[in-house]
């Protein structure tokens, strides 16, 4: 269900970023509210595995909305990294061309602050498919420790801050709060 993007007065760029929890969860919030307005919407996990089932796939699927896990998860393994990096280059293939076509509303980068941070990815190249988007394209980006860079073209920023967390407790991670 494909709407006139032109109902946008401009694309957005939105990240969310900071120690704290909630960044993807926001970003979903904002993909959940424009699906709910018609518009087409997706999402592209930079970190979490392909063959990922957490909650957010589970929606998206029922949904009919478009959410595309390429990473290979998040641990700081030697075989990971590599992976991450290999799975990175594909993943960002695909958002270029999601974020360019014209065919979406709104595209959701959610970890792309990592790919940035290991150099899989150079700030530079990010930056230049975002000035060369269609105009009324939003584009939610999240994760920890975003660059400056990015920082300074968006027009949004939000930093999550943590205040109190129960992984410290010893509770562990809880599908529908973590996954």
């Not at 999402?43 to 796939?57: D, V, Y």
């Not at 595209?107 to 930056?127: H, Q």
Request: charged content about 25%.
């Amino acid at each position: 269900m494909k709407t006139d993007i032109s109902r946008a007065t401009k694309g957005l760029i939105i990240i969310n970023t900071g120690k704290g929890k909630g960044k993807t969860t926001a970003a979903l919030g904002l993909m959940l509210r424009a699906w709910g307005h018609g518009m087409n919407v997706v999402m592209l996990q930079f970190i979490k595995r392909a063959s990922a089932n957490c909650g957010e796939h589970r929606a998206a699927q029922k949904m009919g909305v478009e959410l595309v896990a390429g990473g290979a998860g998040f641990t700081r393994s030697e075989r990971s990294l590599d992976a991450n990096k290999l799975l990175t280059g594909q993943l960002w293939k695909t958002a270029k061309e999601k974020v360019t076509s014209g065919d979406y509303d709104m595209v959701v980068l959610d970890e792309l602050s990592y790919p940035l941070r290991y150099g899989w990815l150079t700030v530079e190249e990010v930056l230049d498919v975002l000035r060369n988007r269609p105009p009324a394209v939003h584009v939610v980006i999240t994760g920890r420790d975003v660059p400056g860079e990015l920082i300074e073209m968006a027009d949004m920023v939000t930093e999550m801050g943590e205040v109190k967390h129960h992984l410290k407790k010893g509770i562990k991670a809880q599908p529908g709060i973590e996954f």
